[in-house]
C-alpha cells in the first residue's frame, strides 16, 4: 500500500522568511496530492492539492510542487505571518473507487516574530 | 451548512466502559471516514464509508466498529476501551473518494483511564 513520508517534523522560521515542507510517496499510481492545515484544537482543513497532470500549483502565499518521476511534492509558503503557524500535512491518493488517502505524520510550523 | 459536527469534544472513560462518538454531516457526501490522531504520528483510519448501508476497515479497525445507517450519520462505537483507544478522533466527509477534498469535524479528544 502507499506510504507519505513527511520532513521536517518541526520547522521554524522567522516572521516574513519562506517554508519548504518536503513528502515522499511510495505508490507510483497516486495522482491526487493535498496538503492540510491543522490548527490548535480545530480539524484539519484542506490549503491546497495538485493532481499528477500538473508540476506546480500556486494560491497567493502557498504553492505547491509536485515530481512524479522523483516522487515527491512539496509546500512552499512564502512571506510567513504570525496565523500560518499550525501543522500541516500532506496525503496521496490515487483516485479509486475504494482508495484512501494516506496521510503524512505532519510538520509543525512555529513562525517567530 | 454547519459541515461535520461530532460529539462530545471531550470524554474520560474506565478501561472496559462503552461509547459511540456521534458524527453528522449536512452536504449530502457520499463518503465517511473516522480517523484517529495520536501525538506526532499523523492520522490514522479507522473505518470509512461509501454510502449508506455500506463501511469498509481501514489501517486501525481492531477495538472499534461503525454503522451507516443513514447518509448523514455515521457513528463509532468502543466497546471496550483500552488505554491504547486514548487519542484525538476526527470524523470527515467528501463527496467522492476520487481526489475530492474532506471536511473535517472538530474532533473528539478521548481519554481512557
Known amino acids: 500500500g502507499e506510504n507519505v513520508e513527511q520532513h521536517p517534523s518541526t520547522l521554524s522560521v522567522q516572521e516574513g522568511d519562506s517554508a519548504v515542507i518536503k513528502c515522499t510517496y511510495s505508490?507510483?499510481?497516486?495522482?491526487?496530492f493535498p496538503w492540510y492545515k491543522q490548527e490548535l484544537g480545530k480539524g484539519p482543513q484542506l490549503i491546497i492539492d495538485?493532481?499528477?497532470?500538473?508540476g506546480e500549483k500556486k494560491d497567493q502565499r502557498i504553492a505547491v510542487t509536485l515530481n512524479k518521476t522523483a516522487k515527491h511534492f512539496s509546500l512552499h509558503i512564502t512571506e510567513t505571518q504570525p496565523e500560518d503557524s499550525a501543522v500541516y500535512f500532506c496525503a496521496a491518493s490515487t483516485g479509486n473507487r475504494d482508495d484512501k488517502i494516506i496521510f503524512g505524520k505532519g510538520t509543525r510550523l512555529h513562525i517567530l516574530p | 451548512n454547519a459541515g461535520v459536527t461530532q460529539t462530545p469534544k471531550f470524554r474520560i472513560l474506565k478501561i472496559g466502559q462503552s461509547m459511540t462518538l456521534q458524527c453528522t454531516q449536512d452536504m449530502n457526501h457520499n463518503y465517511m471516514y473516522w480517523y484517529r490522531q495520536d501525538p506526532g504520528m499523523g492520522l490514522k483510519l479507522i473505518y470509512y464509508?461509501?454510502?449508506?448501508?455500506?463501511?469498509d476497515k481501514g489501517e486501525v479497525p481492531n477495538g472499534y466498529n461503525v454503522s451507516r445507517s443513514t447518509t448523514e450519520d455515521f457513528p463509532l462505537r468502543l466497546e471496550l476501551a483500552a488505554p491504547s483507544q486514548t487519542s484525538v478522533y476526527f470524523c470527515?466527509?467528501?463527496?467522492?473518494?476520487?481526489?475530492?477534498?474532506?471536511?473535517f469535524g472538530p474532533g473528539t479528544r478521548l481519554t481512557v483511564l
Open positions: 470527515a466527509s467528501s463527496y467522492h473518494a476520487r481526489g475530492n477534498e474532506q471536511f
Open positions: 464509508s461509501v454510502g449508506a448501508g455500506i463501511t
Open positions: 505508490d507510483s499510481a497516486s495522482n491526487y
Open positions: 495538485i493532481r499528477s497532470n500538473v
